[in-house]
């Protein structure tokens, strides 16, 4: 039986094998333990052995110090290594005996050597050889030429820096080789405040779309960095042969200028400049010049009888008889709501009247000023296309004369909108046939019924002072060259619009950069710059 009992040992041991293995913890556990009694044998025989093998290190080096400065007379010439006899050799020759006479022929040989030696032998002193005098003296030349740089104290470099040296510095440090295409742009830098901007240069002309800018603030540190970079590799910049002339570019220039009154008690006569966009430099267009800026510059004056009639009105009872009697607007409904924005000498009321409509009003220092009419929550709708273009401007002129200081003798009309229910038409006062530019005026119109709904009168009284003969005012010729003095036209690449392609390209534009702020006139009687 005992082939049973044999059978039943393999069984158990296959279970063994197969089902008791050790679990995953266990076998972690068990290899952070085996690993740390390691360490601690490693650790324990280094801590005897590091000392035992350090003293030998020294003793070796002490050594080879003491072999290598001994004096050379002290030191015995040491035959060749071939001549040491092997450990083949010691056991393969037995011993020979050497006789006396043989002993001192050896010894008169071994002198002989040793005398020879030390002729051919170079000694060995502390003093210098020639070569290592030359090479010393050219280690000295070399320092002096190009001498190691000596730790610069940073702090102290900083403290002493200008803000242009500071911002160029860290200019380098943003741009590094990139900036050799880039040049500093001194119509839009201030370097003495530390602010540089920096543009790529293109046939020798700054492209504005790619730039490095910097700007410190009042302590030197740095406010704030932009890189602007052009992503497109293969565009094509028009040639600066393709381009206007200077002269030419100030002409086109001219033509955006006029003669205005600027001021409210004591107006002053200027030129303005409305050019706010660029000058094509191909094809001599102006490019982005505001519309409503040269309608102005180019509407003729409309004389006038003005009436002077004062709307005086100090209690919302007064506003709804005026409104009743000037303009035939019934005011019905609950009592007036007064704006929570009115104060002492500023009121502004409302009421709703006919129809679901909202009347609002304003006035000032007891005099109606303005109201305007209109419909909460409805869009004007497009039923009748004849209504829009009917001329109404008459009428306009008429209600505005009615209202205008007697002084007033001319208007200009410098807007008009019309659309299928109402047409708005803004006026502003004139002497000579230049506009005055403290204040506008308008009046809008039921275009069908014809009746005022929205009027405009301006704020404030209108001065009666006294205006500057413009006979007495420098040509424009002699305005622009000081303008342009104070603000060039500079020739650029700029990225526009194509019209045709409709993507940005690069353009060749005389463009005036602004510093401060986009408006700056000149006195046509004294020729000063205003800001």
């Known amino acids: 039986m005992d082939w049973q009992k044999d059978k039943e040992l393999l069984v158990r041991l296959r279970k063994l094998h197969t089902k ?41 080096v002490f050594a080879l110090l003491l072999y290598l400065f001994a004096p050379s007379v002290n030191k015995e010439a040491l035959p060749p290594m071939s001549s ?67 730790t610069k104290d940073n702090s102290k470099e900083t403290n002493n820096s200008t803000p242009k040296e500071k911002a160029l510095t860290y200019l380098q440090q943003l741009g590094g080789e990139d900036l050799k295409g880039y040049q500093i742009n001194p119509a839009l830098s201030a370097p003495a405040r530390g602010y540089i901007f920096m543009n790529r240069m293109v046939n020798g002309i700054p492209f504005l779309a790619d730039s490095y800018k910097v700007e410190l603030d009042e302590s030197g540190q740095i406010k704030q960095s932009t890189i602007t970079k052009s992503t497109d590799t293969n565009m094509k910049f028009p040639l600066p042969q393709q381009a206007i002339s200077k002269a030419t570019a100030k002409q086109l220039f001219m033509k955006n200028m006029r003669l205005v009154y600027q001021g409210d008690e004591q107006p002053r006569l200027t030129y303005e400049f409305n050019f706010s966009g660029y000058i094509d430099a191909v094809s001599g267009q102006v490019r982005e010049a505001k519309e409503e800026e040269q309608n102005q510059g180019s509407c003729k004056p409309i004389p006038i009888v003005a009436q002077g009639k004062k709307l005086i009105a100090h209690t919302p009872e007064e506003v709804v008889r005026i409104l009743q009697q000037e303009f035939g607007i019934v005011v019905y409904g609950p009592g007036a709501l007064e704006d929570t924005l009115s104060t002492d000498t500023y009121k502004e009321y409302s009421w709703q009247i006919e129809e679901g409509k909202i009347i609002k009003v304003e006035t000032l ?61 803004r006026f502003r006062r004139s002497y000579q046939g230049i506009p005055i530019m403290n204040r506008s005026y308008s009046v809008t119109l039921d275009a069908k019924t014809e009746k005022v709904i929205g009027l405009n009168l301006g704020y404030g009284v209108q001065g009666t002072t006294s205006l500057p003969d413009k006979s007495k005012a420098i040509t424009s010729d002699v305005a622009a060259t000081i303008y342009l003095k104070e603000r060039p036209l500079s020739l650029v690449y700029v990225m526009l619009m194509d019209k045709k392609q409709q993507i940005a390209v690069p353009h060749l534009v005389y463009q005036i950069y602004y510093h401060d702020t986009p408006r700056l006139y000149v006195d046509a009687i004294t020729g000063e710059v205003i800001r």
Do not use: C, W
């Not at 050790?22 to 650790?43: A, G």
């Not at 060995?124 to 003296?137: I, R």
């Not at 039923?383 to 007033?408: C, F, N, P, Q, W």
């Not at 009309?413 to 109402?422: A, Y």
């Open 20 to 60: 008791n293995k050790p679990r995953k913890e266990f076998v972690e556990t068990l290899r952070t333990q085996l690993e740390y009694q390691t360490n601690i044998v490693v650790h324990r025989r280094n801590k005897f052995y590091r000392p035992i093998q350090f003293g030998l290190g020294l003793a070796s």
């Open 84 to 150: 040491y006899p092997t450990k083949q050799e010691f056991i393969a020759k037995p011993p020979v005996e050497v006789s006396e006479k043989q002993k001192q022929e050896q010894k008169q040989k071994q002198k002989q050597n040793q005398q020879i030696q030390l002729v051919s032998k170079p000694k060995t002193s502390l003093k210098e050889s020639p070569s290592q005098k030359q090479t010393a003296k050219e280690t000295e030349k070399n320092d002096v030429v190009a001498p190691k740089p000596k």
């Open 365 to 425: 220092d007891g005099q109606l000023m303005g109201f305007k009419i209109s419909t909460p929550g409805v869009k004007e709708r497009d039923s009748s296309t004849i209504a829009v273009h009917k001329e109404l401007s008459g009428i306009a002129k008429g209600i505005i004369e009615r209202y205008m200081d007697v002084h007033t003798k001319e208007l200009l009309m410098i807007d008009v909108e019309k659309t299928s229910l109402t047409q708005t038409y």
